[in-house]
């Protein structure tokens, strides 16, 4: 069974960083795209980033180019979501996703396009 476990959240102030990791397992294929998603107290969720299986590309949505960085660790079986200079808009419960890839296509922010799921970390942004 795949699972995708979330961690690293928490409470920052503004300015600050936090490092958010998604550890995955069970995956039975090859090539799984990896998306972090947040989703805002009565707001849709978002997708934030993404990274394409085969050839490691991220995606950012525009809100935090510069500021955050998603990267993985295949070792481990690990991705990460390094966020810095937070800002309160920030705030959010952070989970990471997965799809199943097979062709060589650049990931998708959108949520829909993911068939699996973390529970999720909440990040707090506040001073």
């Known amino acids: 069974q795949l699972q995708l476990v979330e961690s690293g959240g928490g409470l920052v102030q503004p300015g600050g960083s936090l490092r958010l990791s998604c550890a995955t397992g069970?995956?039975?294929?090859?090539?799984?795209?990896i998306g972090w998603f947040r989703q805002a107290p009565g707001k849709e969720r978002e997708g934030v980033a993404c990274?394409?299986?085969?050839?490691?590309?991220?995606s950012y949505v525009n809100s935090v180019k510069g500021r955050f960085t998603m990267s993985r660790d295949n070792a481990k079986n690990t991705v990460y979501l390094q966020m810095n200079s937070l800002e309160p808009e920030d705030t959010a419960v952070y989970s990471c996703a997965a799809v199943y890839q097979p062709v060589s296509v650049q990931c998708v922010l959108g949520s829909g396009a993911y068939d699996y799921w973390g529970q999720g970390t909440q990040v707090t942004v506040a001073s």
């Open positions: 069970g995956f039975t294929k090859d090539y799984y795209d």
């Open positions: 990274i394409s299986s085969r050839d490691g590309d991220v």
